[in-house]
């Protein structure tokens, strides 16, 4: 397979491609020309590293999420494989019916990284891929964190409650569904939707 774009964001392009003869994808951080170049070189570094330390610590988890492939540092990029299936958004958005099922996983696939200190970082339906098993799975771990407290996990729920009330309002009971599967499945589960109402109290005075 030729690579061919398929993604670009503030810092990395996606390719499509092929690794050991499998559908993989290829995640390349970009230099930025307005920083030092020594400095550039090893905040793209820093960070490979850290996706790469937060996806295999997810797969430890029992989180479903890309299998690595490759990491390249003197490129800048983690070769990984590809996830076949559709976005959850997408699913969401054409199968509301299949809200109750679906966000039993998600609280389920919070739950096992949170139990793990580990964060997400960009909780969205968009970051989440129904794939062809009908297993769950976590992409795009780049601004997830490991050994975190209950700053990190508030924040992930914040965001994820956030984005299911604004892209899938009309399922108005969906953040609920994803919160019970959550708390069934997270011991600590209380303190951090105390935390959760802390940091929307804190937004309503900035």
């Given amino acids: 397979m030729v690579d061919f774009e ?5 810092e990395a392009v996606i390719y499509r491609t092929t690794c050991y003869e499998r559908d993989s994808v290829v995640k390349a951080r970009f230099k930025k020309g307005y920083r030092h ?8 570094l820093s960070r490979i590293k850290a996706e790469v330390r937060v996806i295999c610590d997810s797969r430890k988890a029992g989180v479903r999420s890309p299998i690595i492939y490759d990491v390249d540092l003197e490129k800048g990029s983690i070769t990984m494989e590809y996830i076949h299936g559709d976005s ?5 958005d054409a199968c509301p019916e299949r809200a109750k099922e679906l966000c039993r996983k998600i609280g389920e696939s919070v739950a096992k990284l949170h139990n793990n200190k580990i964060s997400h970082g960009d909780l969205t339906t968009s970051n989440m891929i129904l794939d062809e098993r009908g ?10 964190e490991t050994r975190i407290g209950l700053e990190e996990m508030g924040v992930d729920i914040r965001l994820l409650e956030k984005d299911l009330t604004s892209a899938h309002s009309s399922i108005v009971d969906a953040f609920e569904l994803v919160v019970n599967s959550y708390k069934a499945n997270m011991p600590d589960a209380e303190k951090v939707l105390a935390k959760v109402e802390e940091i929307k109290g804190r937004a309503r005075y900035t």
């Fill in 135 to 144: 297993e769950l799975c976590l992409i795009d771990f780049s601004l997830g």
């Fill in 37 to 44: 170049p020594d400095l550039d070189k090893y905040l793209r």
């Fill in 88 to 92: 959850v958004k997408f699913v969401l």
């Fill in 6 to 10: 398929i993604g670009r964001g503030a």
